[in-house]
């Protein structure tokens, strides 16, 4: 499970992946909630679920009650670009709780001590470095 941690201070955003055995921990815990950094390895960091996506790519929302993917009828918001003032379409979009088919969580950062986050996430060879 690959999570992207943003920092509203620095404005920049890093991706870090939760290890095999504690993806676990993160199942069952609701758009909005706040975990502990030390999942991910940022020790003293606590963040707070802000969205995320499943396997196929359909992102979550934080109004749609559930894990599983439902067809809701939207007018703006997470899932649907606005066509119009009035203009309505039905989308479909994933439930706010976390479950075993989420591949990406989103997370901002919330209070945080120790290492930065650019030390604890280095970039890769083949990212942009900004």
């Not at 095999?20 to 707070?48: H, R």
């Not at 976390?98 to 083949?126: H, M, R, T, W, Y």
Request: proline share 4%; no cysteine; aromatic share 4%.
């Amino acid at each position: 499970m690959i999570v992207v941690i943003s920092d509203p201070k620095s404005g920049k955003s890093y991706q870090g992946e939760v290890p095999k055995g504690n993806e676990g921990s993160l199942v069952g815990k609701k758009l909005g909630d706040s975990i502990d950094g030390g999942i991910l390895g940022a020790d003293g960091y606590k963040l707070q679920i802000t969205g995320g996506s499943d396997v196929s790519g359909f992102p979550m929302r934080m109004d749609v009650e559930g894990a599983a993917r439902k067809e809701v009828i939207l007018s703006s918001g997470t899932g649907i670009r606005s066509a119009g003032k009035g203009t309505r379409a039905k989308r479909t979009i994933r439930g706010s709780i976390i479950s075993d088919q989420i591949v990406q969580i989103n997370a901002k950062v919330l209070e945080g001590s120790g290492k930065p986050l650019e030390e604890l996430f280095p970039k890769k060879d083949g990212e942009k470095k900004k």
